[in-house]
């Protein structure tokens, strides 16, 4: 994965391309359009994850025909309000945007996160007796904005990321998932619903004297 020095958040991307682009939101006057990419786990199930993408990068690819893709960028989050409530959403923000010939990639999705714990993690046991450590952390970015993203850390991983603490600087890598889940309704009913987050591989607790 390439990493750029001093950037907190990289996320490197290789699938096909999922939706048509459709019209997001225009800023200073730049429009940014959305869509999703599909890409394939090593389980022969598959990650369909939103990106972002501005009109500028549009030129570099033709969406007609080049549907095969690979894509850097970083994850971003933002407050959307749905039902009266408000709802913390999650997209890849597309840098760089290139047609490539096939998937035979080695590692098609990988994310790098540099940032702080901003909320206590939670510990917890799936029914199978596998050990997860839920952690929300902020990645700062410029202009004072932050990225809050949420993930999740897998065995001997959540026993050390359990201890961490709020304000605790860490590094992490992973990769970004889409999960299916059924959300219960009020009425006994339930409705599928999809969440994004980052499954962690690896992550390291930043000591002072490395963040100096």
Request: net charge neutral.
């Amino acid at each position: 994965m390439i990493i750029v020095k001093d950037d907190t958040n990289v996320v490197n991307l290789k699938g096909e391309l999922e939706d048509e682009l459709e019209f997001s939101h225009e800023i200073f006057g730049e429009k940014f359009y959305s869509t999703k990419i599909k890409i394939n786990r090593l389980s022969n199930s598959n990650d369909v994850l939103p990106m972002t993408i501005s009109e500028r990068l549009l030129q570099e690819i033709d969406f007609e025909k080049d549907k095969i893709v690979s894509v850097v960028g970083q994850l971003r989050s933002y407050n959307k309000n749905i039902d009266n409530k408000n709802k913390l959403v999650l997209t890849v923000f597309v840098r760089e945007i290139k047609a490539i010939t096939d998937l035979d990639a080695k590692d098609p999705n990988s994310i790098f996160l540099d940032g702080y714990i901003c909320k206590a993690p939670v510990y917890r046991k799936t029914p199978l007796g596998r050990e997860i450590t839920d952690l929300l952390v902020a990645i700062n970015r410029p202009y004072n904005k932050s990225d809050y993203i949420p993930s999740i850390v897998w065995g001997r991983n959540a026993k050390f990321a359990k201890n961490l603490n709020v304000g605790d600087r860490v590094q992490m890598w992973g990769r970004v998932q889409s999960r299916v889940y059924d959300k219960k309704l009020e009425a006994g009913s339930s409705v599928k619903k999809v969440a994004y987050e980052v499954s962690v591989s690896k992550i390291k607790k930043m000591e002072l004297e490395e963040e100096e």
